[in-house]
Nanobody, 123 residues
Framework: QVQLVEFGGGLVQAGGSLRLSCTAS????????MGWFRQAPGKEREFVAT????????YYADSVKGRFTISRDNAKNTVYLQMNSLKPEDTAVYSC????????????????WGQGTQVTVSS
């Protein structure tokens, strides 16, 4: 397993942008697929985006497609989530996660999680 720490959350107005970062410990980061998930108060955890080992494969939830971009820098053990055109409904705690298999949208298949970072979008 790897240890994950997220950075970059905050308060932003609707239409604005934020970039989240997630840095992993360990030397095997490049062997993990990574995902971003979010959870709003009173709601279940929701898939946002996932990326494969090399970064060539990405997949997004329909709700963020065209607005969010997931990317990774294996040399820095970091995965990013660039969020543009933010909406109030994007408000949630965003968490990154790692899994040793291929990229996936189901949270229970990930075995390492960060502590989460709050993103609040005001209208």
């Amino acid at each position: 397993q790897v240890q994950l720490v997220e950075f970059g959350g905050g308060l932003v107005q609707a239409g604005g942008s934020l970039r989240l970062s997630c840095t992993a410990s360990g030397r095997t980061f490049s062997s993990y697929s990574m995902g971003w998930f979010r959870q709003a108060p009173g709601k279940e955890r929701e898939f946002v985006a996932t990326i494969g080992w090399t970064g060539d494969y990405t997949y997004y939830a329909d709700s963020v497609k065209g607005r969010f971009t997931i990317s990774r820098d294996n040399a820095k053990n970091t995965v990013y989530l660039q969020m543009n055109s933010l909406k109030p409904e994007d408000t949630a705690v965003y968490s990154c996660a790692a899994r040793s298999g291929g990229p996936a949208s189901t949270p229970h298949t990930y075995n390492s999680w960060g502590q989460g970072t709050q993103v609040t979008v005001s209208s």
